[in-house]
């Protein structure tokens, strides 16, 4: 369920997504015309007569949903419930979506997704995100998941299964005005590539992560960098950095700390 804005009569809004999996939905576009089945990818855009918000409802399989900054990206205003609709790809979902004030996962199954990269990416006006409820346990990469949300002063993914991730490089860049993270619970056993991890995060006051195993990453470059309100690191003291494979892997981390 999600609420969506249109700012001239007849104007369009069209669902983007990968033309991926399988589809086989109802659409209820939440104005006067009758819900929409669809059983084919074919753009799903819908016109509406009247200006204002809308309120558009999904049931039945609709596997992803894909704006990767483009399209329609500024129309969507608030997402009420993710829902159950048989997610298998929510990689890139909600990339640039600048005007997306509220994510309400709700009653949601992500046990299919594997990629969550960029899904939450320059997100600015969300102030507070609660993803706990997402099953994580087959995702690979969280690179960049929610860099660029810089409006975010809450963040609860505190039962995040981390345990295949591979990749969290860039996974809060700029993320500034966060004031606290909790990633203690985090399993970091076959993550490689902590690249700018951390990377301007300037309001943490203090960060925990005596839970990070590193034995495998190859590269933590400005992982911490900038992070200029940060008393306390936990943890960090133990990392293994045998597995670092270049010179440059340390370069900067924790500048400006």
Not at 93 to 122: E, K, P, R, Y
Request: charged share 10%; glycine share 8%.
């Amino acid at each position: 369920i999600s609420v969506w804005a249109t700012t001239v009569v007849d104007e369009t809004i069209t669902i983007p997504c990968q033309n991926v999996g399988t589809f086989n939905a109802v659409v209820d576009w939440g104005d006067t015309s009758p819900p929409e089945t669809i059983t084919t990818y074919n753009g799903f855009t819908h016109e509406y007569a009247a200006i204002g918000e809308h309120t558009i409802s999904i049931t039945g399989t609709f596997p992803n949903i894909y704006f990767n900054t483009g399209g329609d990206n500024l129309k969507i205003k608030r997402v009420t419930n993710l829902g159950t609709v048989g997610w298998t790809r929510l990689n890139r979902a909600f990339f640039g979506c600048a005007n997306l004030t509220q994510f309400t996962a709700g009653s949601t199954d992500t046990s299919a997704v594997t990629d969550l990269q960029l899904i939450f990416a320059n997100c600015t006006s969300l102030t507070s995100l609660d993803v706990s409820s997402f099953n994580t346990s087959l995702v690979t990469t969280m690179q960049q998941m929610f860099n660029g949300c810089s409006g975010l002063t809450s963040l609860d993914l505190s039962s995040f299964d981390t345990s295949s991730v591979l990749n969290m490089s860039y996974m809060f860049l700029s993320c500034n005005t966060l004031t606290s993270l909790n990633v203690s619970s985090f399993d970091t056993s076959s993550v490689t590539n902590m690249y700018f991890m951390l990377r301007g995060c300037s309001g943490l006051t203090s960060l925990n992560v005596s839970s990070f195993v590193t034995t495998n990453v190859s590269n933590m470059e400005q992982m911490i960098n900038g992070c200029n309100s940060l008393t306390s690191i936990v943890g960090a003291e133990d990392f293994d950095i045998t597995g670092l494979d270049s010179t440059g892997d340390l370069t900067s981390f924790l500048t400006g700390g």
